[in-house]
Nanobody
Framework: VQLQASGGGLVQTGGSLRLSCAAS????????MVWFRQAPGKEREFVGG????????YYADSVKGRFTISRDNAKEMVYLQMNSLKPEDTAVYYC??????????????????WGQGTLVTVSS
């Protein structure tokens, strides 16, 4: 499975961005598609995830109500719609995937497939 993230950029506080993650390869086996982010000097943290068989989404408390994950199976794309952005959302955002959903889905170490990251900068 290959992943490629895009859509980052510079936005003002309160603005919106939509990140895209293009998947290729054996994507039909990937039950878990997630987004992580990493700010300078900080550890990579879970942002949100999509559990494909159940079409269920999960979000970090810090983004709940502002971010939405969706998936277009026909295009093999996963999106992260980010609204009401805050300066603390500034980070490099990564999409990641694994074959099966697990209970410890917020831990980055469980994901075998990663996109290259896209930088989101929110100015105050």
């Amino acid at each position: 499975v290959q992943l490629q993230a895009s859509g980052g950029g510079l936005v003002q506080t309160g603005g919106s961005l939509r990140l895209s993650c293009a998947a290729s390869g054996r994507t039909f086996n990937t039950d878990a598609m997630v987004w992580f982010r990493q700010a300078p000097g900080k550890e990579r943290e879970f942002v949100g995830g999509l559990r494909r068989p159940m079409r269920r989404t999960y979000y970090a408390d810090s983004v709940k109500g502002r971010f939405t994950i969706s998936r277009d199976n026909a295009k093999e794309m996963v999106y992260l719609q980010m609204n009401s952005l805050k300066p603390e959302d500034t980070a490099v955002y990564y999409c990641a995937a694994r074959m099966h959903w697990i209970t410890d889905y917020t831990s980055a170490r469980h994901y075998a497939y990663w996109g290259q990251g896209t930088l989101v900068t929110v100015s105050s």
